[in-house]
């Protein structure tokens, strides 16, 4: 199901106070995902980013580490709370900050060298409209790359955390729960870029496989990020019967040293074209 774009602004505008108080601790994490991402956008010193579904700054920040002070990285959203936070936490002042629907983008043609969205046009209800007003932003030598997530059942975290949260609640994931996994299977985001008329296309997968600890409570941080909205509401008796769910499921993934969980995820890029 395509969600609409009120309703997609509203879902992201409710998880902002949650990717906030976590921002700092995933930043480090964040950097296994934002390298590979990167190097296959290609990104420059001197560089004009635009990052679009910036969420609270991660992977703006490492771009603009990696710009430097010459390159411009202009962070984009189309939740404004995002951005609040964002600007909390952007205490340098490394960013320019702008609220953006990415199916119209707000920037004259040719005005940046690279396009960079991680993890945010599978919510988007237009996602060809969106690659092709990315394409008309871009300079002629410039080009863009996109992460996604791979299938659902390739995500560890994710799976485990919402069946544990459907078997207290009794209610399935809702449809923005689904739309995380909409580029899962190799290829369907490719078939979009080379529609909206890029060229020298690539597709790049990867897996990661991290031990989590046996003794800290890590899935924390994701639960409240993904379902913070359905936890809140959960009695402290169901809440307690969650973390006991969510337990349960971990020991299938369990080794001597820590949990064993897995992700895997897709990188596509491609250069402007005629």
């Not at 602004?9 to 976590?22: E, F, G, P, V």
């Not at 043609?109 to 919510?123: H, L, N």
């Not at 449809?175 to 299977?185: A, K, N, Y």
């Not at 897996?207 to 913070?228: Q, V, Y």
């Amino acid at each position: 199901m395509t969600l609409d774009l009120e309703s997609v602004r509203q879902h992201w505008d409710s998880k902002a106070a949650a990717w906030a108080n976590h921002s700092d601790t995933l930043a480090n994490m964040a950097d296994r995902y934002n390298l590979p991402l990167l190097d296959s956008a290609g990104l420059q010193a001197g560089d004009r980013v635009l990052d679009l579904a910036s969420g609270v700054g991660e992977p703006a920040f490492t771009e603009a580490r990696l710009v430097g002070p010459e390159g411009t990285i202009v962070a984009t959203d189309l939740a404004e709370s995002m951005l609040v936070a964002l600007k909390i936490r952007d205490k340098a002042k490394l960013l320019h900050l702008t609220a953006a629907d990415m199916q119209r983008l707000p920037f004259a043609d040719a005005s940046f060298d690279r396009v960079i969205c991680r993890f945010g046009i599978m919510f988007v209800p237009d996602p060809l409209k969106a690659l092709r007003d990315v394409h008309r932003v871009l300079v002629p030598s410039g080009r863009a790359a996109f992460m996604v997530w791979g299938r659902r059942d390739e995500q560890t975290m994710f799976t485990i955390l919402s069946d544990a949260v459907q078997a207290v609640t009794g209610t399935p994931p809702d449809d923005h729960h689904f739309q995380i996994f909409r580029f899962g299977d190799p290829g369907t985001l490719t078939s979009l870029f080379k529609a909206a008329g890029f060229r020298d296309i690539t597709e790049d997968s990867h897996s990661f496989t991290p031990l989590a600890p046996l003794d800290m409570p890590f899935w924390h941080a994701p639960l409240e990020m993904t379902f913070g909205h359905i936890v809140d509401s959960l009695t402290v008796e169901n809440q307690k019967r969650l973390e006991g769910e969510i337990l349960r499921r971990l020991d299938s993934v369990r080794e001597p040293n820590g949990y064993r969980l897995k992700a895997r995820l897709h990188i596509v890029s491609g250069s402007y074209g005629k």
